[in-house]
């Protein structure tokens, strides 16, 4: 067997019901200790639009936000969406969602374990995510810390940087450089690779600062831009609006064939492969949204939490949802795009149901990945600076920025599909170590959001100094 079956095999096994009931499993039980924080989601949105003034952080709450939302949304929230309907089916869709829906309190769950446990480098930027939590969560009181709690903290960092060279750059640039090409052909491949080598130059080498800026400015545009043309899309197709949530209902909870048969069918495959799409489009319980919300200035960890898992709300419950209705109605306006049985890939399926909306549906495609895909190699390729720093200082930032480019370089011209299933390894390991902090920490967050959120103290400063890191 060659390596990319050998690979392919270890990917099916790290992505397989294990760790589907492992962040599921989890998702359920956080948001039963947190007290159903969701319910607080609509407090929570109005707070993202707040900054905290004269708080301490590099990034303001909403930049952390978008910072994060930019990693969050991307070429799955579209291409995703339509493999887990190949796959499994319509009713896929509605298990994507409710993974989304109670991915809400893992998103809030550790981005506060993020935030209460950040530390600060010598020049005085915050530093932040599952591997100081590890860090400072469990140390002794002697100072020493258990080598299983740092196995936990350089593990994560380690599959991070591994995902994030490979999901956020070599992975969306080569997403970047398909649909351009299938639009416009005849633009070398070199030519696209440079130019989303240089997009990505001038603003990941500016910093988390730079890359907040550029966020704070194409994430709403693009979402909302994209929102509002699938929502034009669904208008054109308003008759079958009803008939596809009928049909994502139904085949969620029967083994009901769709299409002829042409997509996958059956309760099980629709809820594997909705579950496991939907928790690789939020990202809840992988740990790289905490990475960026630690540098938000915040008054205490339970507000930048809220304002955080607002983005799982955005990503999942609303972008991925509205992207499955426009796909389940089009393939009922046009059943013969997957009945033909000539579609067997997300991509083709996605390209396929656009391009039957006249003049709106591809332009809606082409811009929303290469919108989508662009922000997403902006965000990861800070959850990796940070992870580089974290295993070996700031002087790494460099170096990895400069190999991220020209990963994405060669991610752009072809580099087979190795790079895609490393990185989508990477994001299945990544997110166990983070997973479990989450867990053993779970009783001290059900408490201090007690205090915080339900008993109404939010407005209160969190009390205790973030630590400086010396040599960082």
């Not at 790289?288 to 799982?312: D, E, F």
């Amino acid at each position: 067997m060659d390596i990319v079956g050998i690979l392919n095999q270890i990917d099916a096994v790290v992505w397989g019901p294990l760790m589907i009931c492992l962040l599921l499993g989890s998702h359920i039980f956080l948001t039963i200790r947190t007290g159903f924080i969701q319910r607080k989601l609509p407090k929570a949105i109005k707070m993202s639009v707040v900054n905290d003034e004269g708080s301490e952080g590099d990034v303001s709450q909403f930049g952390a936000l978008v910072t994060a939302l930019a990693g969050t949304i991307g070429t799955g929230s579209i291409v995703g969406v339509a493999t887990a309907i190949i796959a499994g089916g319509p009713g896929a869709v509605f298990w994507m969602w409710l993974t989304g829906v109670f991915g809400i309190a893992t998103k809030y769950s550790e981005v506060y374990a993020a935030v209460k446990y950040r530390v600060k480098d010598h020049k005085g930027e915050m530093l932040g995510g599952a591997m100081y939590a590890w860090e400072r969560a469990f140390k002794r009181k002697d100072g020493s810390l258990p080598w299983w709690a740092k196995l936990g903290a350089v593990s994560f960092a380690l599959f991070a940087i591994v995902a994030t060279i490979g999901t956020g750059s070599a992975v969306q640039s080569a997403a970047m450089t398909g649909i351009i090409e299938s639009n416009f052909p005849g633009i070398p491949e070199w030519l696209i690779a440079l130019a989303i080598s240089v997009l990505v130059s001038v603003v990941i080498f500016g910093g988390v600062k730079t890359v907040s800026v550029v966020c704070e400015k194409l994430v709403p545009f693009m979402a909302v831009a994209y929102a509002v043309g699938c929502l034009v899309i669904m208008a054109i197709n308003w008759q079958y609006i009803g008939p596809a949530f009928a049909l994502i209902f139904e085949c969620a909870f029967t083994s009901k064939a769709a299409f002829g048969g042409a997509v996958g069918s059956g309760i099980m495959v629709a809820l594997q492969f909705g579950c496991a799409r939907g928790l690789f489009s939020n990202e809840s319980g992988l740990g790289s949204a905490p990475i960026v919300a630690a540098a938000a200035a915040t008054k205490n960890p339970a507000r930048q939490a809220l304002v955080a898992m607002t983005g799982t709300f955005w990503s999942t419950v609303v972008i991925c949802a509205i992207t499955g209705i426009v796909l389940v109605s089009t393939m009922l306006a046009h059943p013969g795009i997957v009945e033909g049985g000539s579609i067997k890939e997300g991509a083709a399926l996605a390209s396929a149901a656009f391009a039957t909306i006249p003049y709106l549906g591809t332009p809606i495609l082409v811009i929303g990945m290469i919108s989508f895909a662009y922000s997403t190699i902006l965000g990861w390729s800070y959850y990796g600076n940070r992870c580089a720093t974290y295993l070996f200082g700031r002087r790494a930032i460099l170096p990895y920025q400069i190999l991220y480019v020209i990963v994405g370089f060669l991610g752009a011209i072809g580099v087979g599909d190795v790079v895609w299933v490393i990185s989508d390894i990477g994001n299945a390991l990544m997110a166990i170590p983070n997973i479990i902090m989450v867990l053993l920490l779970s009783g001290m967050i059900a408490r201090e959001t007690k205090h915080y959120v339900y008993e109404g103290h939010l407005d209160e400063a969190y009390e205790e100094d973030i630590p400086v890191i010396e040599g960082k």
